[in-house]
């Protein structure tokens, strides 16, 4: 490798490198303020990085004054039923969409597309008018009921099978399949990376979701971490030892699941082509 050609790789990785420290440095900023006191979290002059002593009763007093059991509860309880409903349904609906011909095919794919298009906010209140209806208010089933389809993901799957060749539904055919046992067996199997892809993107839209369940879940317990932290933030608006202390128990169970998936979430990304 030539000077020049050092020289890229070096510039490269001071890019990486600085962006890389300004996505660290606010979440350590977060962490160590979450061990300070109020006066050491307000002080500019002068400005006071690390705590000069480890005050771990911040956590006490939030912990003390909320459900966080309830809330992790919640939180992943409406994460794993989103997930399974949207990779059957999306899964199901893309095969439709991309495999299969049937009279409106077209126009009910571009209601689809055209619900990818408006604010999600448009879809509140017929959705708590609905959830109302049902008597479902502050249940797990409120939560989830949004997530029970997902026109993104029947997007992104229908691509998926849009590039898988013909031929291998012919020799299922061929091989007495009928079309439930070939959309099974043989072509859901082969979307593999893209129900991965879906699954990590509705994990994630579904943690960080905080519009929904504050509308639609209104007791304390039934709060969800985002929804909760939201709550939190206005009852502890000056005191930010404590709200920092609030935003590292709530976000400490998503890091740790990407830590222990990280190859799975940048497979999935990778292949979709999306961005977090």
Known sequence: MGLRGKAARAAAYLFLATGASLMIIPLLWMVLTSFKTVAESTSLNPFIFFPTAWHWTNYARVIEHNHFFAF????????????????????????????????????????VLFQMMVPTQIFIIPQYLMVDALGMRNTIFALVFPGLVSAFGTFLLRQFFLNLPRELEEAAKLDGCNIGQTFVRVMLPLTKSGLVALGIFTALFAYKDMMWPMIINTRTEAATLASALAKIQSAFSVHYPELMAASVLAFWPMLLVYLVFQKQFVEGIATSGGKL
């Open 72 to 111: 992790y509860v919640n939180t992943f309880a409406m994460m794993f039923f989103r997930i399974v409903c949207s990779l059957l349904f999306s899964a199901m609906a893309a095969y439709a969409f991309a495999r299969l011909r049937f009279p409106g095919r077209d126009f009910l794919f571009g209601l």
